[in-house]
């Protein structure tokens, strides 16, 4: 048996910090509390309903994850949370329209003490959307300042012993890593500056891992993908992990693929759409913005396939996503997938998908396992880049020089292996050997 890390109790109440409480947040604070009242289960949570396999298949060993490690208990957890329109939590759960009110209408009390803090938001960045919660300041780095007064008193008025801090805000517009991105001091210099390379959820980032809290980027765009919030984070002791939250076509995309190429079938062309009519959905309907979902969707492919191992198979795939806003569709997104497919001799085949799925509620639980993860992380005593999370999000943080995993079930055995280590357990390679020899 390996050595166990020293795991600190999950003592106390979490607090869990969400920007942007829009249809994903409330959706995730409106479960919560539905669950901690008994009116539902934690479907889609692995942290809730997961187990792991320890040992041997013969010794049955598979206790839930919960029982295996010290996570924060859901009536421990206390929500927060910014945005730049003034509802509170209630009010932005109806006019989000995922759950319905029958529903909503039992936890109204809480969902309406829970009142947004004002924004850190431009709109050079989220071109589509403007509101009046809105923080100013002088530069940037007073805008970061406001946001950790507002962590702690947030953690004081709460009296919370832990905090946890998720981007959740609209997708911004596509944002490479520039010179103010390389260092710390390059950073705190451009927060002085003013920086047009430092987004709102970079000041977020900022604010939360220069607090030591636990973050992640739920979103496409650039948060704290960049050498100066590592830097930040090794110093602070602050897990991150992101980005862009995998719920919908790109989970699917993860599920297939693995399959297809395990069974060396080759790929000709793999079309997406989407339909939705949600405020991201607005949103992605401007092409800056679009540009930083399409680079998120369109990597996994290319990252499972391995075109340079397999040319004959996966060479040349011509790979089109379309993102259409509709309306009428609300948050109930839906999915074509048309993938071409060859197999032996080069015979032509085809797969159709269609995915109606609900947005946000495939987006809650994964909310919910990130935070009470990376919480786990931070009593574990890791620090930086998560990669043990790759599991949820479409476009995994990982170390500058090696590619990211994407195979959706390689990513499983990833973070149910990091579950063992943590608790000196021997780590399952599925090699067998040990029933036989």
């Known amino acids: 048996m390996n050595t166990a890390l020293p795991l600190a109790p999950a003592d106390g109440k979490l607090g869990i910090l969400l920007v942007g409480l829009g249809a994903v947040s409330t959706t995730t604070i409106a479960g919560v509390m539905a669950i901690r009242k008994g009116l539902a289960k934690p479907i889609g949570s692995l942290a809730e309903m997961g187990t792991v396999r320890l040992g041997k298949r013969s010794d049955n060993r598979s206790p839930s994850i919960r029982e295996f490690v010290p996570l924060a208990e859901l009536d421990d957890i206390v929500f927060g949370g910014w945005d730049i329109f003034e509802d509170n939590c209630y009010e932005a759960a109806k006019h989000a329209g995922v759950l319905d009110e029958k529903l909503l209408d039992q936890i109204k009390d809480e969902l309406s003490g829970i009142k947004p803090m004002s924004a850190v938001f431009d709109r050079h960045y989220v071109k589509r959307l403007d509101g009046p919660n809105v923080k100013k300041g002088k530069n940037k780095k007073d805008l970061a300042d406001q946001l950790i007064a507002d962590i702690r008193k947030f953690k004081a008025?709460?009296?919370?012993?832990?905090?946890v801090l998720i981007w959740a805000g609209s997708t911004e517009i596509f944002l490479t890593p520039s010179a103010c991105h390389a260092s710390l001091a390059t950073f705190e210099k451009g927060l002085e500056d003013n920086d047009?390379?430092?987004?709102?959820?970079?000041?977020?980032?900022?604010?939360?891992?220069?607090?030591?809290l636990p973050y992640a980027n739920a979103a496409p765009n650039l948060s704290a993908e960049v050498p100066a919030l590592s830097e930040l984070a090794l110093q602070t002791g602050s897990p991150y992990c992101g980005s862009d939250m995998k719920t919908g076509q790109t989970l699917i995309k993860t599920i297939i693929a693995p399959g297809l190429k395990a069974r060396l079938i080759g790929v000709a062309g793999w079309y997406s759409t989407n339909i939705l009519g949600n405020r991201d959905g607005e949103?992605?309907?401007?092409?800056?913005?679009?540009?930083?979902?399409?680079?998120?969707?369109?990597?996994?492919?290319?990252?499972?396939?391995?075109?340079?191992?397999?040319?004959?198979?996966?060479?040349?795939?011509?790979?089109?996503?379309r993102i259409n806003y509709y309306p009428p569709r609300g948050d109930n997104k839906e999915g074509w997938d048309n993938i071409d497919i060859f197999g032996w001799?080069?015979?032509?085949?085809?797969?159709?998908?269609?995915?109606?799925?609900?947005?946000?509620?495939?987006?809650?639980?994964?909310?919910?396992d990130v935070a009470l993860f990376l919480d786990l992380s931070k009593r574990a005593g890791l620090k930086g880049i998560q990669e043990w999370l790759s599991f949820y999000f479409k476009s995994p943080m990982h170390a500058p020089d090696i590619y990211p995993e994407h195979d959706l079930f390689i990513q499983l055995m990833k973070l149910k292996n990091t579950l063992r280590y943590m608790r000196g357990e021997e780590l399952i390679t599925h090699l067998g050997r040990e029933y036989y020899d």
């Not at 008025?157 to 905090?163: A, E, G, T, V």
């Not at 047009?196 to 030591?212: D, L, M, N």
């Open 196 to 212: 047009p390379a430092i987004s709102p959820s970079q000041i977020y980032a900022y604010a939360a891992i220069k607090e030591g």
């Open 345 to 368: 001799l080069g015979y032509p085949m085809q797969l159709k998908i269609n995915f109606l799925c609900r947005d946000s509620i495939l987006a809650a639980p994964i909310v919910l």
């Open 157 to 163: 008025d709460n009296n919370c012993s832990r905090l």
């Open 283 to 321: 949103v992605l309907d401007d092409p800056e913005s679009f540009k930083s979902k399409e680079e998120s969707k369109k990597g996994a492919l290319d990252y499972i396939f391995q075109p340079h191992l397999y040319p004959d198979l996966y060479k040349d795939i011509s790979h089109v996503v």
